[in-house]
């Protein structure tokens, strides 16, 4: 087995099986069957992921890369130098790549739910800036982050790329980014991706690919509850469908029962309707404006935009203010 860089630390904070259990059982038993999404990412879901982005019809990953790669300095001079950098929800470390080329920081702290795909992307980063301390911090960054001590003297930065924000709703994206402005302080920087509101058919076509891989990683939940709470949904019998729900400004991707079926779920029973659909994500989708004011009720203050010429996404440097 391959030693870990003498700069890598991986701080496991990851949630309890009991937290994933609890979870899904109270989201099947509520009257809308919900589930969260941040469960799509054990190790397989991660890998259809990955394949999502590189999709034609999958827009936001390559474009925000693209202004990333074109503002790149721009942005690194609006968050500073100096500090610790988090980065929420890293996944991928492709686009933090494009961002650490154009910083020259002390201390990155990749912060991810998939324990695995965390210790690769981080620990491979870890070695390529070998002046860099890397701090991968394993855990549900949805919640109340409570951080290792190791990072009380540096000023804090903190990337959240991908659009991630839209998968809470507004007042839950509210809450979330008041809890950011308050672990940055007052001298740090938040610098977010964020999707932009298009025609309806850019975005259908981007969450229902021709090539099924969406409806895998859709699919791939009820693969994971089986194998990790004994469950015996069959697979066979749902489906994946997205839309955007226009009036709500969202993308809503759900299970669709095309059957009458009895569940099992570590000995819960839960029965479906034909037609009867189990809500795993929404992804809502801003204007420049509507996102400013959200943030603005967060207590973050706008300092710098930068969209792509066609208007399909956005990336946000916001300060507490």
Not at 142 to 157: A, H, N, W
Not at 248 to 275: K, N, S, T, Y
Not at 283 to 307: D, H, M, N, P, T
Request: glycine content about 6%.
């Amino acid at each position: 087995m391959k030693a870990e860089p003498v700069n890598f630390h991986f701080h496991d904070l990851h949630p309890a099986t009991e937290d994933f259990h609890a979870q899904v059982i109270a989201g099947l038993s509520q009257q809308t069957k919900r589930l969260p999404p941040k469960f799509f990412y054990d190790e397989r879901g991660s890998q259809l992921f990955d394949a999502i982005t590189r999709l034609p019809e999958y827009y936001p990953t390559r474009t925000e890369i693209d202004l990333l790669q074109r503002h790149g300095a721009d942005m690194a001079e609006m968050l500073g130098n100096d500090g610790l950098l988090f980065e929420l929800g890293s996944g991928s470390d492709i686009k933090i790549r494009v961002l650490l080329d154009a910083l020259q920081l002390q201390t990155y702290a990749p912060i991810d739910i998939s324990r695995e795909p965390l210790r690769l992307s981080a620990g491979a980063i870890a070695e390529d800036h070998p002046q860099l301390e890397v701090h991968a911090i394993c855990t549900d960054y949805s919640k109340p982050i409570d951080l290792p001590g190791v990072f009380d003297d540096e000023r804090r930065l903190a990337f959240f790329p991908g659009s991630s924000i839209g998968n809470f709703d507004p007042l839950q994206a509210c809450n979330f980014l008041r809890r950011i402005a308050k672990l940055l302080g007052p001298d740090g920087r938040l610098l977010i991706g964020v999707d932009l509101k298009k025609a309806p058919a850019r975005l259908h076509a981007a969450y229902n690919d021709r090539q099924g891989v969406t409806a895998q990683f859709n699919l791939n939940l009820l693969t994971r509850i089986n194998r990790e709470l004994d469950a015996d949904f069959d697979l066979e019998a749902f489906r994946h469908m997205a839309f955007y729900n226009e009036k709500l400004g969202r993308i809503e991707m759900h299970l669709l029962a095309a059957e009458p079926q009895h569940v099992r779920v570590d000995g819960c029973c839960f029965d479906f309707m034909a037609g009867e659909s189990i809500h795993t994500e929404n992804s809502y989708k801003y204007s420049i404006e509507e996102f400013q004011a959200l943030a603005a009720q967060a207590g973050l203050a706008s300092l710098r935009v930068w969209q792509d010429d066609d208007a399909l996404f956005s990336v946000h440097c916001l300060k507490p203010v």
